[in-house]
């Protein structure tokens, strides 16, 4: 008889209950495996992701304080967001030009919930911006803004991904060089996502 090593890794699920609702927290030590009646020692456990900090991710969402787009495409991103993930808002307002009061506001990371923490962020991206709150803020402004709130955050934030998601466009006083070497120093991505009606493009519409 030979015996030969298990190469392929063998995954088991298990859900834990109570009886009827799923038991958060069990960590490696609350199992054992046996086979052929014996312990196996070397295992690796991992939580699911709705459990794990690690798959919890935090973003700081820049956005620029006008009707476009809607407040609905920001919010649309929350509810898309899993419960234990974080977010903080980064709001700005001004022009190239100059020509308008502006300014920034920022709410501080705060947890999405599926409840109060959910509804709070929702509320802050829907809200307008106070009247005459400070100078112009420009794009590249607010992503050094949102940089910061990852070097500052006033919540421990979990261990998993950390990124900033703008929907904006233009420069401003600070240069891109300084936003990507600040991104840089401290590992966060930045995605621009653009945003656009496709009414005039129905070709684009499958």
């Known amino acids: 008889v030979e015996s030969r090593p298990i190469v392929q890794a063998i995954d088991a699920y ?3 209950t109570d009886g009827e609702s799923p038991i958060a927290g069990l960590a490696a030590g609350d199992f054992s495996i046996t086979l052929d009646g014996m312990e196996l020692q070397e295992l690796e456990f991992s939580l699911p992701p709705s459990q794990d900090p690690s798959q919890s991710v935090s973003i700081v969402v820049v956005a620029q304080a006008d009707d476009y787009p809607p407040a609905s495409v920001y ?3 929350i509810d898309a967001l899993d ?8 709001k700005y307002q001004g022009d190239i030009e100059m020509s308008r009061s502006g300014g920034v506001e920022i709410l501080p990371f705060t947890q999405v919930d599926g409840g ?3 509804d709070a962020l929702k509320e802050f991206l829907q809200s307008r911006l106070s009247q005459s709150i400070g100078p ?8 050094l803004a949102g940089l910061g709130e990852f070097a500052r955050p006033t919540v421990s934030l979990p261990d998993g991904p950390e990124a900033i998601v703008a929907i904006g466009t233009g420069g401003g006083r600070n240069s891109l060089s300084e936003v990507i070497a600040s991104a840089n120093a401290n590992s ?3 995605f621009n996502v653009g945003y656009a009606s496709l009414d005039p493009y129905p070709d684009l519409v499958a």
Do not use: K, M, N, R
């Open 14 to 16: 298990v859900l834990v």
């Open 116 to 118: 109060a923490g959910s």
């Open 188 to 190: 966060i991505p930045i």
């Open 83 to 90: 419960v234990g993930d974080h977010v903080s808002v980064v």
């Open 136 to 143: 112009p803020v420009f794009f590249y402004q607010a992503l």
């Open 75 to 77: 919010t649309a991103l």
